[in-house]
Nanobody, 116 residues
């Protein structure tokens, strides 16, 4: 059974850090392009960061470049999103996405709230 489960969200003050995890089961994560998306209230879902399959090339949205880091632990079949210097505008539900050709899996999302 395929599952993609995000965790690690929560409430953090501006300038703080969080690390999100995306645990995959039922498929080999390293064979998939993995991405983090986010969706704020009233806004469309947007790509935050991605890491390619096998080689692990990363890409980031301009708004998070230099603050967020995506990484992958193949042994744990898990992808991470380290988020530093968080801003109120980073508040959103964060989703993990796995894609291989025409196959796409989504997680249920984890809420990140940046507020003082």
């Amino acid at each position: 059974q395929v599952q993609v489960v995000e965790s690690g969200g929560g409430l953090v003050q501006p300038g703080g850090s969080l690390r999100l995890s995306c645990a995959a089961s039922g498929f080999t994560l390293s064979s998939y392009a993995m991405s983090w998306y986010r969706q704020a209230p009233g806004k469309e879902r947007e790509l935050v960061a991605g890491i390619s399959s096998v080689v692990g090339i990363t890409n980031y949205a301009t708004s998070v470049k230099g603050r967020f880091t995506i990484s992958r632990d193949n042994a744990k079949n898990t992808v991470y999103l380290q988020m530093n210097s968080l801003k109120p505008e980073d508040t959103a539900v964060y989703y993990c996405n796995a894609k291989q050709r025409s196959t796409t899996y989504w997680g249920q999302g984890t809420q990140v709230t940046v507020s003082s």
